[in-house]
């Protein structure tokens, strides 16, 4: 329609304005201009409250379509770099589908396997596992000494040993020590579950959960399960649950 839409500035250049003498509408006007600051035009105008409706309706929706079609180019170049994951992936999300599993329960399944990506946690461990598989066996052992030995002697019994008998705690490091993951929002273990291994935080946030207590924030450093290193037969008196992405020594 006439004075729906007017350029200035001459030919080939300018800048697109609404015209309009209305004096109504302020709050209107102000969103418009808002949203039009995105695509770069400061020099706005406005004719009519069901005008800039239309044009900020328009504007939105060619920002998410713009955003949808990023995401899927992004995702399809992804999987370009990594196809063996994603075929992986479909091939998770069609078992799910087949078996009827909850969306709920689907969701920690789909979470885990992005982890398994190259750029996620489980990724990047496999990362550094082929990186010491490279390696000679004496620099595995320094290297594994280098990197667990601080954690490890966060916890008093370990600085103990590491005091009285350093080879001990190298040959600790790298035979009987093993790094465990825990997504956020995972269970690490449960009430009563058997124990196998002391824990030591590496990173991450966890919250330990006893019956009848406030569930208590452990963080790098903090020992768990210390009693299965006395008692074989010893289950959990609580439940572990990360609140981040967290790295554990065991």
């Known amino acids: 329609p006439e004075g729906w839409l007017q350029r200035t500035g001459g030919a080939g250049g300018g800048v697109a304005q609404f015209i309009s003498d209305e004096e109504t509408g302020p709050y209107m006007a102000s969103v418009h201009w808002v949203i ?133 705690m190298r040959q600790l490091c790298h035979e009987a020590t093993t790094q465990h993951i825990t997504l956020a929002k995972e269970m690490c273990f449960d009430f009563g579950d058997s124990c196998t291994v002391m824990r030591i935080i590496e990173s991450g946030q966890l919250t330990y959960l006893e019956d009848g207590c406030p569930g208590r924030s452990v963080a790098r450093g903090d020992c768990l399960s210390e009693a299965v290193l006395w008692i074989p037969t010893w289950e959990n008196c609580g439940a572990l649950v990360a609140e981040l992405d967290s790295t554990m020594l065991a």
């Open 36 to 168: 039009l600051q995105l695509q770069g035009m400061s020099s706005v105008q406005l004719r009519g409250d069901v005008e800039r409706l239309v044009s900020s309706i328009v504007v939105v929706l060619g920002l998410v379509f713009s955003a949808i079609f990023t995401s899927l180019l992004t995702n399809i170049m992804a999987g370009l770099r990594n196809p063996k994951h994603v075929a992986l992936q479909l091939a998770c999300r069609k078992y799910l589908k087949e078996h009827q599993i909850s969306e709920r329960f689907a969701v920690r399944v789909k979470k885990h396997m992005a982890a398994q990506s190259d750029s996620g946690v489980y990724g990047k461990a496999r990362k550094a596992e082929k990186l010491l598989e490279a390696l000679p066996e004496t620099l595995r052992i320094e290297l594994h000494e280098l990197v667990r030995v601080p954690v490890l002697k966060l916890c008093q019994f370990m600085e103990d040993l590491f005091t009285v008998s350093p080879s001990s």
